[in-house]
Nanobody, 118 residues
Framework: QVQVVESGGGLVQPGGSLRLSCAAS????????MGWYRQAPGKQRELVAV???????NYSDSVQGRLTISRDNPKNTVYLQMNSLKSEDTAIYYC????????????WGQGTQVTVSS
């Protein structure tokens, strides 16, 4: 069982910045594909950004150029640096760890609230 724990959410003004962290347990973190997802009120959960075990990244069109995903394997941690935040970025942000390729297994954190408001 892999434990996934997010932190770093909060209230920020439009145009501001925030950095989310996600710690995942396990000896083989460097083999996990990691991702950030978000869910706004009344909407479905959507992909924000993912990073492969090899460091390749992919972003949704709505956050491209403003949000950056990165990982620190020795710390078993993945980050989401969020800049130029907009009100539409308000959501609960969830971290996902995906393990395995042939039959991947996903583990989710409990989520952290990000609110962008003046």
């Amino acid at each position: 069982q892999v434990q996934v724990v997010e932190s770093g959410g909060g209230l920020v003004q439009p145009g501001g910045s925030l950095r989310l962290s996600c710690a995942a347990s396990g000896r083989f973190f460097n083999r996990y594909a990691m991702g950030w997802y978000r869910q706004a009120p009344g909407k479905q959960r959507e992909l924000v950004a993912v990073i492969s075990s090899g460091g390749s990244t992919n972003y949704s069109d709505s956050v491209q150029g403003r949000l950056t995903i990165s990982r620190d394997n020795p710390k078993n941690t993945v980050y989401l640096q969020m800049n130029s935040l907009k009100s539409e970025d308000t959501a609960i942000y969830y971290c996902n760890a995906q393990i395995g390729e042939a039959m991947p297994v996903s583990y989710w954190g409990q989520g952290t609230q990000v609110t962008v408001s003046s």
